[in-house]
């Protein structure tokens, strides 16, 4: 049993992405943790074929749901690895991770790694989307789930933090191959995303994260969120989308790539906006 990390891995309904994430692992042999949100498919029976433990926690946003898993999962390793079930460790990362040392890391906290990003079969290469760092691994009881975001998730840890460029995760929700569980999907997150700029507005909410242009990956898009708030309603989403496109190069992705910058870049944003100005004259 691999002493270094545990791994613990959030699921819905994720009889198509956990066998193929839990293969890409299992050979590290490493303690397998999964917070499940009420599965009704063979999510839990294909946990329980990898000797899983596994905990249920209702799920009301993925800040909340990796706080909880933090607190309840006993983890006796140094080291905690946080996974999406959509997520699969590639061989190069597997490789660092199986020669990992924590005695070569005493005065690390966090380790952040590489992401790839697909979208119906098509990687997202250019339009900010490569490459995106993430912090994944982080020493037990230091790391934790940053409660002041209402959607987006992010692991926090004090002290010194380190980039691995080399090796990846690779992300791919396989449901997203249907454009109306998109759709779906982002309807809520941007119900969610809404309440939280609203609170923003009303102070009832701080970044947890010293936002700065040149600290690390997280204290980056801290401060670019702070310049985002900070851009007119109706019209941000119009400048960002022309920015991930041109200056980011996202005219160079394929067809369905620059959908998704579409999508995700632009018509996404209109509708937070649009909620928010709705939230707005409620009030």
Do not use: C
């Not at 926090?156 to 980039?163: H, L, M, N, S």
């Not at 119900?191 to 242009?213: F, G, H, Y």
């Not at 369905?256 to 209109?270: D, E, I, N, S, V």
């Amino acid at each position: 049993m691999n002493k270094a990390f545990s791994f613990i891995i959030l699921t819905y309904n994720e009889e198509i992405h956990l066998p193929r994430l839990l293969e890409s692992i299992k050979s590290l042999r490493a303690p397998l943790f999964i917070l499940d949100s009420g599965s009704t498919d063979e999510t839990l029976s294909i946990a329980a074929s990898y000797g899983t433990q596994v905990k249920t926690n209702a799920f009301e946003n993925h800040p909340k749901q990796w706080d909880f898993a933090l607190k309840h999962f006993d983890i006796q390793t140094p080291w905690t690895i946080g996974l999406d079930a959509d997520q699969i460790v590639t061989p190069e990362l597997f490789e660092m991770l199986e020669s990992f040392n924590d005695e070569k890391h005493q005065d690390v906290n966090g380790i952040y790694f590489s992401r790839k990003n697909f979208f119906q079969g098509s990687w997202i290469r250019y339009g900010g989307y490569y490459p995106i760092y993430l912090l994944k691994m982080f020493r037990t009881g230091i790391g934790y789930s940053d409660l002041n975001e209402n959607m987006d998730h992010r692991f926090i840890v004090p002290g010194k933090t380190v980039v691995w460029k080399k090796g990846h995760i690779v992300e791919e929700n396989l449901k997203e191959n249907d454009i109306d569980f998109w759709y779906q999907k982002h309807e809520r997150y941007s119900d969610l995303i809404a309440q939280e700029e609203i609170e923003r507005m009303q102070n009832l909410r701080k970044q947890s994260l010293n936002p700065t242009l040149f600290g690390n990956p997280d204290e980056r898009k801290a401060w670019l969120k702070r310049l985002w708030w900070k851009l007119p309603l109706g019209i941000r989403p119009y400048l960002y989308y022309g920015f991930r496109m041109f200056f980011q190069l996202g005219v160079f992705d394929n067809k369905t790539a620059r959908r998704f910058h579409y999508l995700q870049g632009l018509w996404f944003r209109k509708l937070v906006d649009q909620k928010i100005k709705t939230l707005q004259n409620r009030q």
